[in-house]
Nanobody, 124 residues
Framework: QVQLVESGGGLVQAGGSLRLSCSAS??????IGWVRQAPGKEREVVSG????????YYADSVKYRFTISRDNDRNTVDLQMNTVKPEDTAVYYC???????????????????WGQGTQVTVSS
């Protein structure tokens, strides 16, 4: 339903920073976040928010390193990635739950709108 487009991926050295941006068509979905998939691994919801910046979630693997934020004026959700590690290498997707769903989920299977993904590669 909602169109999501990611940008900002690229190659970065371990310890560096990268900022991903997700642009949504129309208003931002209530539940929106970032899901990554590394080669040979399952999809992982690394960060998300429900409603506002005050209701955020971070996977243990990225906690205190990544920060999610939203800009309602621009209809964008960003993921600031600091102190990146080689294990952060993955395709990062912006994903959202249904428009009438207001509960955050760490299960990637419950997200129904997906961007095309942006590659993040962290070199050691």
């Amino acid at each position: 339903q909602v169109q999501l487009v990611e940008s900002g991926g690229g190659l970065v050295q371990a310890g560096g920073s990268l900022r991903l941006s997700c642009s949504a068509s129309g208003s931002l979905p209530y539940v929106i976040g970032w899901v990554r998939q590394a080669p040979g691994k399952e999809r992982e919801v690394v960060s998300g928010m429900s409603g506002s910046d005050h209701n955020t979630y971070y996977a243990d693997s990225v906690k205190y390193r990544f920060t999610i934020s939203r800009d309602n004026d621009r209809n964008t959700v960003d993921l600031q990635m600091n102190t990146v590690k080689p294990e952060d290498t993955a395709v990062y997707y912006c994903a959202a739950r249904g428009s009438r769903i207001t509960v955050f989920s760490r299960n990637a299977r419950t997200y129904t709108s997906w961007g095309q993904g942006t590659q993040v590669t962290v070199s050691s």
